[in-house]
């Protein structure tokens, strides 16, 4: 079975672009989790989807930050305009039901570059 | 509010030695706890998990108890490799709110030969 997919894998931008980061969960999976891992802060999460529905977006950090989910197979992770701090990996998880025992799989991330 | 201490890195060791890394955490429900292992370049793999208390979680020659009386999940393993190396997070889950991972800061394991 396909695990969880991101895309891009790697990418470098200028500051100002707008950059899109792409996942696609496991089929089946109703839970989807936005994380962001830097040096300084370890892993963060930034936002939680449940059956679509933004769940908790407390830790997107800023305005500049935007997630979607607009369907089970597809999330998307946008920021505009991009700044060098924002430069990190950036993971998308997702999990069978919204039980707490349950395995949360994560993606190969999406390292990101803004100079 | 729920969080996970875990103990600083990186540590280091030779080929076939015994390690633990020390997990501690704090949780306003009754979590489940988990060992998420990150190697160069990788996106986080479970290791292993527990449940429920005096639930011991296995696998690859790793092992960690739950011990709710202790509030911790320490992570062991007999006699550790050079493949073994990599960063090793702590987390949790509890079924309260919304069940989200809350992670540890990581712990970097470096085995050398």
């Known amino acids: 079975d396909a695990g969880v997919i991101q895309s891009p894998r790697h990418e470098v931008t200028e500051m100002g672009q707008e950059v899109t980061l792409r996942c696609k969960p496991i089929?089946?999976?109703?839970?989807l989790f936005w994380y962001r891992q830097t040096m300084m802060r370890g892993l963060e999460l930034l936002i939680y989807?449940?059956?679509?529905?933004?769940?908790?977006d407390s830790g997107m950090p800023e305005d500049r930050f935007s997630a979607k989910m607009p369907n089970a197979s597809f999330s998307t992770l946008k920021i505009q305009p991009s700044e060098p701090r924002d430069s990190a990996v950036y993971f998308c998880?997702?999990?069978?039901?919204?039980?707490?025992?349950?395995?949360?799989?994560f993606g190969e991330g999406s390292w990101l570059t803004v100079v | 509010g729920d969080s996970v201490t875990q103990m600083e890195g990186p540590v280091t060791l030779s080929e076939e030695a015994f390690l633990t890394i020390n997990c501690t955490y704090t949780a306003t429900g009754y979590p489940s706890l988990f060992w998420y292992v990150q190697y160069p370049g990788e996106g986080l793999q479970l290791l292993l998990k527990?449940?429920?208390?005096?639930d011991k979680g296995s696998n690859k020659g790793f092992e960690a108890t739950y011990r709710k009386e202790t509030t911790s999940f320490h992570l062991e393993k007999g006699s550790v490799q050079v493949s073994d190396s990599a960063v090793y997070f702590c987390?949790?889950?509890?079924?309260?709110?919304?069940?989200?991972?809350?992670f540890g800061t990581g712990t970097r394991l470096l085995v050398s030969p």
């Open positions: 989807f449940n059956n679509n529905v933004p769940i908790d």
């Open positions: 987390a949790l889950s509890v079924d309260t709110g919304f069940q989200k991972l809350v």
């Open positions: 998880a997702s999990r069978w039901d919204s039980s707490s025992g349950n395995t949360i799989y």
């Open positions: 527990a449940t429920k208390a005096d």
């Open positions: 089929s089946g999976h109703n839970s």
